[in-house]
């Protein structure tokens, strides 16, 4: 069975740092663009980073400096690194692996994994 698992999620004050984890079973991850996306309480899910499966990296403007996507295919993992966060940050994160990174965000996501809260309040 093929599945996406992220985790690393909690809460956070303004400034600090989180990294995100995606765990892919049942494929290799080595052969697909895998991109992160966040959605806010009554917002849209948007993708705000892709990385390539050769390691091309693209981000949002929103997060561009401050967020780090990377992927160990040893592993089968990918990982975001978040740094600085900001209250706007709050939301789920997803992991989702797919064919290619259209810009920052994967086209098409086919595989979703479940989502991990993250939370950014003094």
Same mark, same amino acid.
């Given at each position: ?24 079973s ?5 052969e697909?663009?895998?991109g ?12 705000? /980073?892709?990385i390539?499966? @050769?390691?091309?990296?693209? *981000?949002?403007? $929103?997060?561009? =400096? ?14 975001l ?6 209250p ?8 989702a /692996?797919?064919?290619?990174? @259209?810009?920052?965000?994967? *086209?098409?996501? $086919?595989?979703? =994994?479940q989502?991990t809260?993250?939370?950014?309040s003094?």
């Open positions: 069975q093929m599945q996406l698992v992220e985790s690393g999620g909690g809460s956070v004050q303004p400034g600090g740092s989180l990294r995100l984890s995606c765990a892919a049942g494929f290799t991850m080595d697909y663009a895998i992160w996306f966040r959605r806010a309480p009554g917002k849209e899910r948007e993708g705000i /980073s892709c390539s499966s @050769s390691y091309s990296i693209k *981000y949002a403007d $929103s997060v561009k =400096g401050r967020f780090t996507i990377s992927r160990d295919n040893a592993k089968n993992m990918v990982y690194q978040m740094n600085s966060l900001k706007e940050d709050a939301a789920v994160y997803y992991c /692996s797919g064919r290619y990174c @259209s810009g920052y965000t994967l *086209y098409p996501p $086919s595989l979703w =994994g989502g809260q993250v939370a950014v003094s």
